[in-house]
């Protein structure tokens, strides 16, 4: 196997001159790169990748050098070593892949246009320019550029343009930076733009097919994202400009570009008079995210990917600190428990998982390491965990520290735990580290042996694993005084159970506010105790109960049969939070059934026992002044009487549809998809699915989009179904970056699922010329595995991934999948019958 060297330890950059003169009509670069640094041996490389290199020239006088496709090396022979200058002319192509230099398409008013745009994280950089493409070879640059510029177009970069000449753009120096923040683009744009109270200049820009005012929200959300942080992290925004651009075309969902960040359209643009409550709440954690990476991430900068969660995990940490401070009455750390903790918990309970932090060198296996319910989600409970152990003042002052010892420099996270511990007086390296570097995490037993409350760790397994007997310092956070605030060994034994239980007053309970990144066991007799009086539990804790009792049955260590008659206790909340914990554990029953069969009627009718009271309550249409887990909580119950086929709520539907079928876009955000799904699976035609299309590529609404495509995937007639795959490579209509979602639509429906499956292994070569280099890739075979349920499937999984097994960034997720599926198979054959039971008995009672 190729050995990949890091070209920083024999090549230092301080600054980068670097000219692109980019023609979009040949879709070729022609560019100049002139590096200063320190050569360390007469001997150095930059990166290049796909680039034809034309000469290396320094003080005049040309240099031999080769090039190395297998490490993307341009290596380059010096007269000696010391201060080094190198200049590079080359050219290359723009790229269709959404990586390095690329065009973004749309439409506007049945004219197609473009927008070139860039995305250099991880390592694409290389295929713009030559470089020492590594965090750690951080540098300043100075930017020109030159295009096929039309009257009226707009260009931008890092920093603010300084001046322009000869039909050049010339821009300001940046800062020290690593080249994968170095970011561009050009084209025919729309903008709005603002300033903090510190005067940083706050922009947001999009291509003009969209409304103006759909800018609105996500600059009120940037400007107030950066006032926010420039007094929590006590440090001041470095650069005077904070863009934000939503391109047509883009892999990542955003980009953390320093000063000009990347966004995919639907996580950026949205309508201001009609989007729902949840993808405001997504809009704006998204840029609170990417502006929190303009500190940690951009500042200071991990010294190489492994550490890369030091970028990712304390983002998406503070995305939710931020948008709780700029919106309290979103209750937004209730969107964490729903979303990010559940990915974390499920995913890490794999065997073969990664570890949050991961010794990694090829590039292929950099994207791999993009496990958003790992290094984002479970990275972020596990700072959420460091933040409730010191405080947020301890958290602020050592954050201060932090970025002052190390700005415009690279750091590891022995760093980070180091000025958090200094500014905590506590040793948090310790207490972390066990969460850091080992995969998986414990299901802490909680039980009454021999009259004592006992606790006992272990790491908890979902399917086929081997025992590597892991320890955690977990944080018990429990409600019984006599319980320390650190479980550190194996077992503890905490005291007389009946004295405790006495002097508490109240159920012993372990994970008190649920951000401890652990689940708990209880043995019968606390269970019972706990579920005496549900009503009592704040909605957190009901959630938790949900929560860690179907995790447990997932991992054989509880029945979903026992679980069924739970569900009703908790089917009249009126808190989200349940409602979201409750339907995902009901959802997982599906699994058990199959489509059209006497046990599929059976849980429609338990579904429709569940919802429909709630539907009553709440009704189709949102209410003014309704309160948010209202609003959240319609989804979900719609949901459920659709799935029961429930004729009032069909008809309902139906109604709603004809009502406004000259104008579907304006119906409410919050119930549009349920309504379009509705008239899809129930009332299809040709026309109707035709005219879904139209909509679909004619709206630049990404709400309408998801909504459209959610309804497209759910068609049952054959003839249908094929035309639906046949879109699948027509790029003008669904883009590569939305495919994934199209795709596990189709797969997640019974009648298409055998069409989609085939599509998937008969276009693999296509799909990996198509979206190969997309840090996204695997999640195709990750949406696979979400689905699959059967033996055959299984076996077909296997046959067609198994070869693949060894192709760098796919092996592990090809591994862990197949366990995923495994296991699931095994539970369903071993569960299937007490399950049908359960819920037979359920809808009788």
């Not at 005049?60 to 297998?70: H, M, N, Q, S, V």
């Not at 309290?328 to 209730?334: N, R």
């Not at 019984?480 to 004295?499: F, Q, R, S, W």
């Amino acid at each position: 196997m190729t050995e990949f060297k890091h070209f920083f330890e024999t090549f230092q950059p301080d600054h980068y001159d670097i000219f692109l003169d980019i023609n979009r009509g040949t879709k070729k670069i022609n560019g100049q790169v002139t590096v200063t640094g320190e050569a360390k041996t007469d001997s150095v490389s930059l990166h290049g990748k796909d680039l034809a290199v034309a000469s290396v020239k320094s003080e005049g006088r040309e240099l031999p050098f080769t090039l190395d496709k297998d490490t993307d090396a341009i290596a380059i022979s010096l007269p000696k070593a010391g201060k080094t200058s190198l200049t590079v002319d080359y050219s290359a192509n723009l790229t269709d892949t959404m990586m390095g230099i690329y065009p973004s398409y749309y439409e506007l008013d049945g004219e197609k246009k473009q927008i070139i745009g860039t995305q250099f994280e991880t390592n694409f950089a290389r295929q713009a320019f030559p470089c020492v493409d590594e965090p750690e070879a951080k540098a300043t640059f100075s930017l020109a550029i030159k295009f096929d510029e039309q009257p009226g177009e707009t260009i931008l970069a890092n920093m603010p343009e300084k001046r322009f000449e000869n039909g050049i753009h010339y821009f300001d120096q940046t800062v020290r930076m690593s080249t994968y923040l170095i970011a561009f683009a050009f084209g025919d744009l729309q903008s709005k733009t603002t300033r903090t109270k510190s005067g940083v200049k706050i922009g947001v820009y999009g291509t003009k097919a969209h409304k103006s005012d759909e800018l609105d929200f996500a600059l009120d959300i940037a400007k107030r994202s950066i006032e926010f942080y420039e007094d929590f992290y006590q440090t001041p925004y470095p650069l005077p400009q904070s863009n934000q651009l939503a391109l047509p075309d883009f892999s990542a969902g955003a980009m953390e570009n320093w000063g000009l960040v990347t966004y995919r359209e639907a996580y950026l643009l949205l309508d201001p008079k009609n989007t729902s409550l949840e993808v405001k709440q997504l809009v704006a954690t998204v840029v609170a995210h990417e502006l929190a990476h303009q500190w940690f991430g951009d500042l200071v900068t991990m010294k190489w990917w492994d550490d890369l969660w030091l970028n990712e995990s304390f983002a998406n940490m503070m995305e939710y600190v931020a948008v709780d401070a700029l919106e309290p009455d979103w209750h937004i750390w209730e969107t964490f428990q729903i979303s990010d903790l559940p990915a974390a918990l499920q995913r890490d309970a794999t065997d073969g998982v990664q570890s949050v932090h991961v010794q990694v060198e090829h590039p292929a296996e950099i994207d791999a390491l993009f496990d958003s319910a790992i290094v984002y989600a479970k990275g972020a409970r596990m700072l959420v965990m460091a933040r409730a152990l010191i405080g947020d003042k301890a958290l602020r002052k050592g954050l201060k520290n932090y970025f002052a010892a190390h700005h415009y420099g690279n750091a590891t996270g022995a760093d980070l735990w180091a000025a958090l511990g200094d500014a905590s007086g506590i040793d948090v390296s310790a207490v972390m580290n066990s969460w850091l570097e080992q995969p998986g995490y414990p299901v802490v037993t909680a039980s009454v042996v021999d009259g004592k409350l006992t606790l006992s760790q272990q790491q908890f397994f979902i399917g086929e694993h081997k025992e590597a007997g892991r320890q955690w310092q977990i944080p018990l956070n429990s409600n019984y005084d006599a319980v320390p605030a650190l479980m550190t060994e194996k077992t503890l034994e905490i005291g007389d159970y009946t004295a405790l239980r006495a002097e508490s007053g109240k159920p012993f309970r372990l994970n008190v506010g649920n951000n401890s990144h652990f689940i708990v066991k209880y043995d019968q007799t606390l269970l019972d105790d706990i579920l005496s009086d549900t009503q009592s539990l704040d909605a957190i804790a009901q959630l938790q109960i949900l929560q860690d009792l179907r995790l447990l049955a997932d991992g054989r260590q509880a029945s979903y049969a026992d679980l069924v008659p739970l569900l009703t206790h908790f089917s009249d909340s009126h808190a989200m939070l349940v409602n979201a914990a409750l339907y995902r554990l009901a959802n997982n029953l599906k699994k058990f059934v199959s489509a059209g069969s006497d046990e599929e009627k059976d849980l429609q009718a338990f579904f429709n026992q569940l919802g429909s009271e709630q539907v009553t309550r709440l009704g189709w249409m949102p209410k003014p002044g309704e309160s948010n887990d209202d609003q959240l909580t319609r989804p979900y119950v719609l949901s459920a009487v659709l799935y029961a086929k429930n004729p009032a709520a069909i008809a309902s539907a139906h109604d709603l549809f004809a009502k406004n079928a000259d104008n579907l876009i304006a119906l409410p955000a919050d119930i549009r998809l349920f309504v379009l799904r509705n008239e899809m699976k129930n009332f299809a035609s040709e026309s109707l699915f035709n005219d879904f299309f139209a909509a679909y590529r004619n709206t630049s609404d990404g709400s309408y989009k998801s909504d459209l495509r959610a309804a497209l995937t759910s068609v049952s007639d054959p003839a249908l179904i094929a035309a639906l795959i046949g879109k699948f490579e027509d790029a003008d209509t669904i883009k590569p970056q939305d495919l994934r979602g199209w795709y596990r639509g189709a797969l997640d429906n019974d009648d298409a699922q055998q069409v989609a499956w085939d599509w998937f292994r008969n276009d693999w070569d296509w799909l990996e010329k198509t979206v190969g280099g997309d840090m996204e890739f695997t999640t195709y075979i990750t949406v696979t595995a979400m689905v699959f349920k059967t033996a055959d499937r299984l076996a077909e999984f296997k046959a067609f991934l198994e070869p693949k097994i060894n192709t760098p960034g796919l092996t592990r997720e090809i591994v862990m999948d197949t366990k995923v599926i495994a296991s699931r198979v095994d539970l369903i054959e071993a569960e299937k019958d007490a399950v049908h039971a359960a819920v037979a008995k359920a809808i009788k009672d």
